[in-house]
């Protein structure tokens, strides 16, 4: 009984030591090897690996990795308080030194990396105006400034590979105050144009009503000219049948002035009935 329970004990104590000796590195992970508190050598990658019992093994991401930051009050140039949602995007370089100023935690290492950030976005935004900070991704962060937080990320073992502001948007108060100012302004460029709409149209119609009147006096003057022209016309044709026949154009002018000046009601006309008036007249009577 007592040989069982020793074989027991030192088949369990072997599988302890086996498990303790044995881990496995997944895939977009690196692992880290310490003993006592000290770094042993060498980096592992993904894949089975066997190590002493009593090493410590430290697993960490070294896939691209982002974190968000909401609600962050900063303050331009134009001394407008603004709210301001931005994250990072990193990634694990190097484990060595990343274990070593950070003990390994991540969550301390992003937060050191976002202390940094924000302070240099701070000094952006307040060098900046609130429209110029709203256009920039980046918040109005330079390159030169970009790569000095890209150098801290190193110190930490980590690369820095994108700042991107989320949102920006003012607290309610100074809201409501731009969004009055921009309605007040919208009101008055609306009433800017409808007055230079109503002043063009103004000039729109005044253009229109003379060209009209030249168009008009250009066909009157058209009109008046070809009713010459067939005045001339008309009296030269009835020139040329007079001469051709002069008793013709004795009738027919008599004729037109019975037309014109008998059978008109209310008309008196005192005429001798022997005057040359009423020639034809007695001839149409038969005397």
Do not use: C
Request: aromatic share 8%; hydrophobic share 45%.
């Amino acid at each position: 009984m007592p040989t069982r329970l020793i074989t027991s004990v030192v088949v369990l104590l072997a599988a302890v030591l086996l498990w303790r000796s044995v881990y496995v590195v997944d895939e977009g992970e690196v692992a880290l090897r310490t003993r006592l508190g000290k770094v042993d050598d060498g980096i592992n990658g993904p894949g089975l690996h066997f190590k002493s019992p009593f090493d410590e093994v430290h697993i960490f991401d070294r896939r691209i990795l982002s974190h968000a930051y909401p609600g962050e009050a900063f303050l331009t140039h134009d001394q407008k308080a603004v709210n301001v949602d931005f994250y990072i995007k990193w990634r694990l370089i190097d484990a060595l030194r990343f274990y070593q100023t950070t003990g390994g935690d991540e969550d301390m290492a992003v937060s050191r990396l976002a202390d940094s950030v924000r302070d240099r976005l701070k000094a952006a935004v307040a060098s900046q105006s609130l429209i110029t900070v709203s256009a920039q991704p980046r918040g109005t962060l330079t390159e030169a400034t970009f790569e000095q937080l890209q150098q801290a990320a190193e110190s930490l073992g980590l690369d820095l590979i994108d700042v991107q502001l989320q949102r920006v948007e003012l607290p309610d108060d100074v809201a409501t105050a731009v969004y009055g100012r921009m309605q007040q302004g919208l009101v008055a460029k609306a009433a800017q144009l409808r007055a230079a709409g109503a002043a063009d149209a103004e000039k729109i119609r005044a253009e229109a009503e003379r060209r009209r009147a030249d168009v008009l006096a250009s066909a009157t003057l058209r009109a008046q000219h070809l009713r010459g022209e067939a005045d001339a016309q008309a009296a030269a044709d009835l020139a040329k049948a007079y001469g051709r026949n002069t008793d013709f154009a004795a009738f027919y002018r008599s004729m037109q002035a019975y037309k014109n000046t008998l059978g008109r009601e209310g008309d008196i006309l005192v005429l001798s009935p022997e005057g040359e008036f009423f020639k034809y007249l007695h001839s149409a009577n038969g005397r």
